[in-house]
């Protein structure tokens, strides 16, 4: 029992599994099809073989009883008589083109026969003993021994005027041609079946396209629904359950971008509201910090007021991007940047955050010449801050961040990289989709990275985050030349 259930295990893994409905209605619908043609033809084959072998035995038979009583008046009382009046049939036989006929006499012998001499001729078969020792008509259908030709013979005793049976009368025919006849009924009904296999396959691809291709459009609008692409519609085709879930995802499409819209106008309304409050903070917080009055715990504590002032400000500052991002107003002021400079002015500017946090930054200039490159410099600055701030904030336990440059081919990149504990591989595919936040317990909304990708994105470049070899994360922003 084990080996068996070993057995439909291994043919399970080796059969090739089908991942669609059209090919798995495919497959049933034609092997359904298919067994049922074979089994028609198959009961056609078997009705046809039954009915003409049925009918030439009946007529051979019809033929042997009314040849046998016409004969018995020539038979006489001697088997001389029998021998000559046998000779004399043969010789006289009209059909002999068509159908053997032969005469045996009672101990089995074959006499003479309409196709030869009695010398040609094989012993006599079955039916021949069954007529010659029951005295009735009896049939033998089966192969020639000296030919292997298929035959369907017919014997039927002969008496004497005395009742006693001097031999018998037998007619055989070939069934070459009927096996010809039947054979090509049977091909003929075949082709009739596959035709018809053909038009239910073509009619079945028509079906199953009006099924499969409404739910292949349906996937791809979920896919773009799933991408952030909430509005959009999908065309009704019919009037049906695939017609009643078109307007089900055309609804949840509509009500989620309505959704999206009364959030961003909520973000936007409520990041502008909090603009004014924090620019006084950070205003009277940093001229404060001027007087020199304040000390101990009180210029601490303006330090913590300051500090966190500045984190909400670019918390506010990031969802007003994202604010401009869902509703169009996101542009770029392109000019031409040189990216060094660039990377050099964004260090210099975050060197105080670096002081603050223990961080050690380490950046060489590169010895060669960057040629200037398309781009808004004030949203790649944004994009560096906003990559070296992570860097600071969830790399600090490594207290150690790189910053380098290369030019490769026609783009130049420039890369940071962290030595923290970097970013679990599961969550790797999703820390650039906003608010995405993963297992990181550091503070945060998770729209930095998203504002990020934005950007880099619309310089046609390409914005890469992967765990480094030997630990933490290493984060490259690449512009085409």
């Not at 004399?88 to 009209?94: H, I, L, M, P, R």
């Not at 079945?204 to 396209?209: A, E, P, T, W």
Request: glycine content about 8%; some cysteine.
């Amino acid at each position: 029992m084990k080996k068996l259930r070993d057995y439909f295990a291994r043919l399970r893994r080796r059969t090739p599994r089908l991942h669609s409905i059209r090919s798995r209605g495919m497959l049933v619908s034609t092997a359904l099809v298919l067994s049922a043609v074979l089994i028609a033809v198959a009961v056609f084959a078997l009705t046809l073989h039954t009915y003409y072998y049925a009918s030439m035995g009946a007529a051979l038979e019809s033929r042997a009883e009314t040849a046998s009583y016409h004969f018995a008046a020539y038979v006489g009382r001697t088997r001389e008589d029998f021998n000559r009046s046998a000779q004399f049939y043969v010789e006289n036989y009209a059909d002999r083109d068509k159908l053997e006929v032969q005469f045996i006499n009672s101990e089995g012998r074959a006499l003479v026969s309409s196709t030869g001499i009695s010398g040609s001729m094989e012993k006599a078969d079955g039916d021949v003993a069954r007529a010659l020792r029951e005295g009735e008509i009896s049939r033998y259908r089966g192969v020639r021994a000296s030919t292997g030709e298929k035959i369907l013979a017919v014997s039927a005793p002969l008496r004497y005027t005395d009742g006693t049976v001097a031999g018998a009368m037998r007619f055989v025919t070939s069934l070459r041609s009927v096996q010809g006849m039947i054979c090509e009924r049977c091909l003929l009904a075949l082709l009739v079946g596959l035709a018809i296999l053909s038009v239910v396959t073509v009619s079945n691809l028509y079906f199953l396209g009006t099924i499969t291709q409404p739910i292949r459009s349906l996937t791809a609008m979920a896919r773009r629904i799933a991408g952030g692409s909430y509005g959009t519609r999908v065309e009704k085709r019919y009037d049906d359950e695939i017609g009643e879930l078109t307007d089900t995802i055309n609804d949840m499409s509509q009500k989620l971008s309505q959704t999206e819209k009364l959030q961003t106008e909520f973000i936007s309304s409520v990041s502008h509201e909090l603009r004014t409050p924090l620019t006084a903070i950070t205003g009277w917080s940093e001229t404060m910090a001027y007087d020199d009055a304040i000390q101990g715990d009180s210029r601490r504590g303006l330090e913590i007021i300051t500090r966190e002032a500045g984190r909400l400000t670019k918390m506010v500052e990031d969802l007003l991007e994202f604010t401009r991002i869902q509703d169009g107003r996101f542009t770029l002021q392109m000019d031409t940047i040189n990216l060094p400079e660039l990377v050099e002015d964004t260090l210099y500017t975050y060197s105080e955050l670096f002081r603050q946090e223990g961080m050690e930054v380490s950046y060489t200039p590169p010895e060669e010449d960057f040629p200037d490159i398309p781009g808004d410099g004030a949203r790649l600055s944004q994009v560096l801050l906003n990559i070296l701030d992570n860097a600071c904030k969830y790399g600090r336990s490594g207290k150690h961040i790189e910053v380098a440059l290369k030019m490769t081919g026609d783009a130049q990149a420039v890369s940071v990289r962290d030595h923290g504990p970097g970013i679990p591989p599961e969550e790797l595919p999703h820390v650039k989709t906003k608010f995405y936040k993963g297992s990181s317990r550091e503070r945060g909304n998770g729209i930095g990275l998203a504002v990020c990708e934005e950007i880099v994105s619309r310089h046609n470049g390409k914005l890469t985050i992967y765990n480094a070899e030997g630990g933490g994360l290493l984060v490259t922003v690449t512009l085409p030349m």
